[in-house]
């Protein structure tokens, strides 16, 4: 499965964008789907993920509320809508497929397949 994020881009403190996860290559329904981050000098974190039916989302408690996750499995793809953006969510954000079928789990080792990452980047 190839994965390919984009949305991102530069925005103020409080504004929204919703970054988009295009998949190509596989039964992009049959993946639990997830978003993940990398700030500077950081390790990469967990953001949300969601069931392989959309029925089913989990959140890092950082970004619940905020944050939402969505997917369009007639599109093959994954959206990740965040609202009220914070200088803190500065970040490179990557979207992964995880064929376990596990969702409520931070453990990025289920993510077997990654996209190239697009930049976030919050303003205050």
């Known amino acids: 499965v190839q994965l390919q994020a984009s949305g991102g881009g530069s925005v103020q403190a409080g504004d929204s964008l919703r970054l988009s996860c295009a998949a190509s290559?596989?039964?992009?329904?049959?993946?639990?789907m997830g978003w993940f981050r990398q700030g500077p000098g950081k390790e990469r974190e967990f953001a949300a993920s969601?069931?392989?039916?959309?029925?089913?989302?989990y959140y890092a408690d950082s970004m619940r509320g905020r944050f939402t996750i969505s997917r369009d499995n007639a599109k093959n793809t994954a959206y990740l809508q965040m609202n009220s953006l914070k200088p803190e969510d500065t970040a490179v954000y990557y979207c992964?497929?995880?064929?376990?079928?596990?969702?409520?789990?931070?453990?990025?080792?289920?993510?077997?397949?990654w996209g190239q990452g697009t930049q976030v980047t919050v303003s205050s």
């Open positions: 290559g596989g039964t992009f329904s049959s993946y639990v």
């Open positions: 992964a497929a995880n064929p376990s079928g596990t969702v409520r789990s931070s453990d990025k080792r289920l993510y077997v397949y």
């Open positions: 969601i069931s392989w039916s959309g029925t089913i989302t």
